[in-house]
């Protein structure tokens, strides 16, 4: 029988597991036309840590790893806001598969205008307009495939616990 301990450790190794996870796809990433920012499919970590991991958790892995990719990218002017995007958009959709609410892939709605509040305080509208299509279309991607890969994933550790 698991202690609560020993429960407490395996979720935080899978946080650190799942935040590397998320760091990882996003470093996988395409520069955007714009030459700001780029798309990649760091969302789907994101929603991997909304489904695996309990609300803040999850949300402090999701935006740490994307957070370290814009650092390591060398965007780290991108680094708080995609900390607090990533985070919240991680916090939002666990809520909604906790609660069976059918709209957590609305969740990815946050990315394209968080992005697009950010960049046109940081650049210009202009600039920053050309940059939604492509980041809703990232967050859309990641949001499908995190959640089929990590409804999966649920399956499998419910299996072997």
Request: proline share 2%; glycine share 20%; net charge negative.
């Given at each position: 029988m698991e202690n609560k301990n020993d429960k407490k450790t395996k979720r935080l190794a899978?946080?650190?597991?799942?935040?590397?996870?998320?760091?990882?796809?996003?470093?996988l990433s395409i520069p955007l036309p714009s030459g700001y920012g780029y798309v990649?499919?760091?969302?789907?970590?994101?929603?991997?840590?909304?489904?695996?991991?309990?609300?803040?958790?999850?949300?402090?892995?999701?935006?740490?790893?994307?957070?370290?990719?814009?650092?390591?990218?060398?965007?780290a002017v991108y680094a708080p806001v995609t900390l607090l995007i990533k985070g919240l958009t991680a916090l939002l959709a666990g809520l909604a598969f906790r609660r069976a609410i059918p709209l957590a892939l609305l969740c990815c709605l946050l990315v394209p205008l968080g992005y697009f509040l950010y960049e046109t305080i940081l650049l210009t509208a202009p600039v920053a307009a050309v940059n939604v299509l492509p980041n809703a279309l990232q967050a859309a991607?990641?949001?499908?495939?995190?959640?089929?890969?990590?409804?999966?994933?649920k399956a499998l550790i419910k299996r072997k616990d």
């Open positions: 899978l946080a650190g597991q799942l935040c590397g996870a998320t760091l990882l796809l996003t470093l990649n499919l760091g969302d789907a970590g994101v929603y991997l840590c909304a489904l695996l991991l309990p609300g803040g958790l999850g949300a402090l892995a999701a935006g740490v790893g994307a957070a370290l990719a814009d650092l390591i990218l060398g965007w991607i990641g949001a499908a495939l995190g959640t089929l890969v990590g409804r999966h994933l």
